[in-house]
């Protein structure tokens, strides 16, 4: 039977979000706001100030509307450049997105610590009950289907964070997670979510959303850690099939928990998600359109022997370009006799 995604969308997000137009708007929240709030890339943007007003932008966003925009975050923009002050904003404005959830769902002294060194993304707190949160976020264009486990999860940092606070407010750690950039069968990264004696929970955005729209409640959320150890009596061995036994509990023990069964969402977030991949391929193409045709208009530009000029250094830098990173690697890492 086919799913009528139209009819889905009015269902969950509202009739407004029927409209392409209004999805596309959705899928720039996050690089409009950068666009918009800081042009000289020349000085430094002020991250935390920036991440305030971003934070208070979210808090007037309706609930449905919200719900939109978390199911497809987690994904930065691939024309910026890795390590880039515009990347790291955008992964700041990233962990505002999943602190607002967590603000949303009941945690209402949940924030961003100020200081990041050896911290956690987001402090989700209702002030009793702390859980430390690692909100990720990748390029769609990375050159691994899936991330390294060590970049995902690191067990020891979940735990060097948790030993900052009380020990009976201590709840566990949460890591918020694309869901493009999932493992296809299993990992190691599974293998920890099951190990009851440091209680890890992975959710995907659209996993928060759904959570979000079927007004569930922190209460759902520090169930799941309580019975963390019940739910996984052992931890999980088999690699292979540890996503599968993962998912299992995480839907039948927390999503499902309510009225909504996941399944209900699920085909629809999977749409959204998708069409954000296509937004943002669509994107791309026009950027790299745009290039070549300024491009083509510089080569149209140059004198003949300038124009060789060119053609050489760059056939020299392909060709040479092994060559030439290696000869760079022995003056910066390697003696060399001064003559």
């Given at each position: 039977m086919a799913v009528d995604i139209k009819a889905l969308l009015g269902e969950w997000f509202g009739d407004t979000f029927k409209d392409n137009e209004n999805r596309y708007v959705s899928y720039?929240?996050?690089?409009?706001f950068i666009l918009e709030q800081h042009t000289d890339w020349n000085s430094a943007p002020d991250?935390?100030?920036?991440?305030?007003?971003?934070?208070?932008?979210?808090?007037?966003?309706?609930?449905?509307d919200f719900a939109f925009l978390l199911?497809?975050?987690?994904?930065?923009?691939?024309?910026?450049?890795?390590?880039?002050?515009?990347?790291?904003?955008?992964?700041?404005?990233?962990?505002?997105?999943?602190?607002?959830?967590a603000i949303r769902l009941g945690f209402a002294d949940s924030k961003l610590p100020t200081q990041k060194a050896s911290k956690e993304d987001v402090t989700i707190s209702d002030g009793h009950k702390i859980i430390v949160c690692d909100a990720k976020s990748y390029r769609l264009g990375r050159s691994q289907a899936a991330p390294n486990v060590k970049d995902a999860l690191k067990k020891g940092d979940i735990t060097k964070w948790l030993s900052h606070y009380k020990a009976d407010k201590r709840v566990g750690g949460l890591v918020t997670f694309p869901s493009q950039h999932d493992w296809k069968?299993?990992?190691?990264?599974?293998?920890?979510?099951?190990?009851?004696?440091s209680?890890?929970?992975?959710?995907?955005?659209?996993?928060?959303?759904?959570?979000?729209?079927?007004?569930?409640?922190?209460q759902s959320l520090l169930n799941f850690?309580?019975?963390?150890?019940?739910i996984f009596p052992n931890e999980e061995t088999n690699k292979s099939g540890s996503r599968k036994v993962y998912f299992e509990k995480i839907t039948e023990h927390l999503l499902n928990?309510?009225?909504?069964?996941?399944?209900?969402?699920?085909?629809?977030a999977d749409y959204v998600v998708s069409e954000k991949?296509?937004?943002?391929?669509?994107?791309?193409?026009e950027h790299l359109t745009s290039e070549e045709a300024a491009t083509r208009a510089w080569v149209d530009s140059l004198p003949v022997e300038t124009l060789k000029e060119e053609l050489v250094a760059v056939r020299y830098q392909l060709d040479n370009q092994n060559l030439l990173r290696q000869r760079d690697n022995i003056l910066k890492f390697r003696k060399v006799l001064k003559k």
């Open positions: 720039e929240v996050l690089s409009d991250t935390e100030g920036l991440a305030r007003k971003f934070s208070a932008q979210l808090r007037g966003m309706p609930t449905k199911c497809h975050t987690g994904y930065i923009p691939e024309v910026y450049k890795a390590d880039s002050s515009q990347e790291t904003l955008y992964t700041k404005l990233v962990e505002v997105v999943a602190c607002e959830w069968n299993g990992s190691d990264f599974y293998l920890y979510l099951t190990d009851k004696n209680p890890i929970v992975m959710l995907f955005y659209e996993h928060m959303a759904f959570m979000l729209l079927t007004g569930m409640e922190k850690f309580e019975r963390h150890a019940e928990t309510g009225e909504t069964s996941w399944n209900d969402f699920q085909p629809l991949v296509y937004h943002t391929k669509a994107g791309l193409d």
